[in-house]
């Protein structure tokens, strides 16, 4: 289990960052820091018009990896104030 598991990833030296190979065989940057997932996903949501996490999740899996990455979406799409603001104006209109 522990080596097809590592096999997954490998390093490239020259730039010194790791990736994960996915199941179609692109290359998935490894990120770790906390800083950088955050800001991958604020570009992501922003860009795609403040979407939903399936939407999300299939545009940021494509290029990047880390555990909990479907987790850490719903994380940050639950705390995105300005899709926070448009849910709350949404249940309080009257039915028509």
């Known amino acids: ?3 097809k598991k590592a ?3 490998y ?3 020259e730039h010194q960052r790791m990736f994960r190979r996915n199941p179609t065989g692109t290359p998935q940057l490894v990120v770790q820091d906390i800083q950088r997932k955050l800001s991958i996903l604020a570009q992501a949501h922003n860009e ?3 979407k939903g996490e399936q939407v999300v999740y ?3 899996r494509l290029r990047f990896y880390w555990p909990y990455l ?3 979406i719903h994380f940050y799409l639950t705390t995105c104030i ?3 603001l448009r849910s709350k104006i949404r249940l309080e ?3 028509t």
Request: hydrophobic letters at 35%; one cysteine or more.
């Open 1 to 3: 289990q522990f080596l």
């Open 7 to 9: 096999t997954e990833f």
């Open 11 to 13: 390093v490239d030296k």
């Open 48 to 50: 795609l018009g403040h």
């Open 58 to 60: 299939d545009l940021v």
């Open 70 to 72: 479907r987790k850490d």
């Open 82 to 84: 300005r899709c926070q």
């Open 93 to 95: 209109l009257p039915p």
